[in-house]
């Protein structure tokens, strides 16, 4: 199995991604297809949308989620006699955003960016919107916003990204599927999370005028 994310200092997160494998073969309470959808024996539910959930086990037995999504492409092989699997890709709340586009936003007049992202979040179908939401303190308030829409239909992930290209913050999935705001105030202010010794090799530090606000 493998999952990325992709974000950087100050932006608009990438969609994140999740591929693994599942066994597919005939075992004790699990039939030969039980990942196979259409098939006689699948487990019921199991089709594209369904949610998907990375779980680590912690030492002392608590659990960490540490990617949450849903499965987007499902591909068994069909292989009687050798390997007896099905192939998954599923992606993260990010990709609803970019797969929705929004059709009757109005106008908004002298909103935070908090607000603007709630509002492009609120015109999208319940079932593709997040399941959660944590959103930093709003820093600004804009005079005029979505006005130059017009008859388009650009994403919900466009237009979060247009306000944030403003607003100089950071919008991303967190590992539990919660769709997260940090303003350029808290980025700017954070503190190391850990430190470095002399006890690697190949390591290349991150520094650029990219990261800095002022």
């Not at 010794?197 to 990261?211: K, R, Y």
């Amino acid at each position: 199995l493998s999952f990325c994310r992709s974000l950087s200092m100050s932006e608009t997160a990438d969609i994140g991604t999740f591929e693994f494998w599942l066994r597919n073969d005939p075992r004790p309470g699990k039939p030969r297809g039980y990942y196979s959808p259409y098939h006689a024996s699948c487990r019921a539910g199991f089709t594209r949308g369904v949610g998907v959930r990375l779980i680590a086990v912690k030492a002392d037995s608590t659990t960490k989620t540490i990617w949450k999504g849903k499965i987007r492409k499902i591909l068994p092989l069909s292989n009687q006699f050798g390997a007896q699997q099905t192939y998954c890709y599923a992606t993260d709340a990010m990709d609803d955003l970019a797969d929705t586009n929004v059709k009757s936003l109005t106008p908004q007049i002298g909103k935070t960016e908090v607000e603007l992202f709630q509002a492009v979040i609120a015109e999208m179908p319940t079932d593709a919107q997040p399941t959660a939401f944590d959103y930093d303190t709003a820093l600004d308030t804009y005079d005029y916003a979505f006005y130059d829409i017009g008859g388009s239909t650009p994403s919900a992930r466009s237009l979060i990204d247009r306000v944030n290209q403003n607003a100089r913050g950071r919008v991303f999935i967190a590992c539990d599927g919660t769709f997260t705001y940090v303003n350029r105030h808290t980025i700017s202010g954070s503190v190391s999370s850990f430190t470095l010794t002399n006890s690697f090799q190949d390591i290349m530090g991150a520094d650029g005028l990219e990261n800095t606000f002022n």
